[in-house]
């Protein structure tokens, strides 16, 4: 059963933007802190972004300035807004859920999403 749920993946040119979305129960939602992973073809898959149960957020220095992590409480939904976009930013993203910000940005999320692919061209 997929508890996490990502959308808003797609092509898209270098300069441009897209926004993720990460949507769960309210249980899930409501226990974890959220953040977003990604993984380029080769390559291990590398943390993004991190967002609290209270909202205070953490940010790769690869995308800091560029990308911005939020959640909405009324929606039980986090997004990833990601501006200016670089061929190297293309990957698969992953949601991930953890009760523990440890946990969550070291890659032991207790829930993953999918992924969902974003390709950026030059």
């Known amino acids: 059963q997929v508890q996490l749920v990502e959308s808003g993946g797609g092509l898209v040119q270098a300069g441009g933007s897209l926004r993720l979305s990460c949507a769960t129960s309210?249980?899930?939602?409501?226990?974890?802190?959220m953040g977003w992973y990604r993984q380029a073809p080769g390559k291990q898959r590398e943390w993004v972004a991190a967002?609290?149960?209270?909202?205070?957020?953490n940010y790769a220095d690869s995308v800091k300035g560029r990308f911005t992590i939020s959640r909405d409480n009324a929606k039980n939904t986090v997004y990833l807004q990601m501006n200016s976009l670089r061929p190297e930013d293309t990957a698969v993203y992953y949601c991930a859920a953890a009760p523990s910000y440890w946990q969550l940005l070291n890659s032991r999320a207790a829930y993953w999403g999918q992924g969902t692919q974003v390709t950026v061209s030059s």
């Open positions: 309210g249980t899930i939602f409501s226990s974890n802190h």
């Open positions: 967002i609290t149960l209270s909202g205070t957020t």
